[in-house]
């Protein structure tokens, strides 16, 4: 019933910047904690960021903090995720994911997008 549908695959140069999208559908959005993560070949998924069911709480990794940002829209029953400064390293399948809950960690989703890929060229 729930679906979670990423867009914004691309190409970027390094340094570069990108814009993902997450639309839920099926159930309200701002029911959820949103999420995103990513798997890089040969490596296994990672957690990159979290946000609140409100919006008022946000949460990153180290390796991306202070270069990507997430937001919601919930009136759009919409997650961005704003990558800023990209590097290879960034390269990667990335996955949107949910669940009902108010605990804003990298464990416990149960929907998840069919993953949208992202590679940045050095």
């Known amino acids: 019933q729930v679906q979670l549908v990423e867009s914004g695959e691309g190409l970027v140069q390094a340094g570069g910047r990108l814009r993902l999208s997450c639309t839920v559908s099926?159930?309200?959005?701002?029911?959820?904690?949103m999420g995103w993560f990513r798997q890089a070949p040969g490596k296994e998924r990672e957690f990159v960021a979290a946000i609140s069911s409100s919006g008022s709480n946000t949460d990153y990794s180290d390796s991306v903090k202070g270069r990507f940002a997430i937001s919601r829209d919930n009136a759009k029953n919409t997650a961005l995720l704003q990558m800023n400064s990209l590097k290879p390293e960034d390269t990667a399948v990335y996955y949107c994911?949910?669940?009902?809950?108010?605990?804003?960690?990298?464990?416990?989703?149960?929907?998840w997008g069919q993953g949208t890929q992202v590679t940045v060229s050095s």
């Open positions: 099926g159930r309200t959005a701002s029911n959820f904690v």
């Open positions: 994911a949910a669940k009902r809950s108010l605990v804003l960690n990298a464990s416990g989703y149960y929907y």
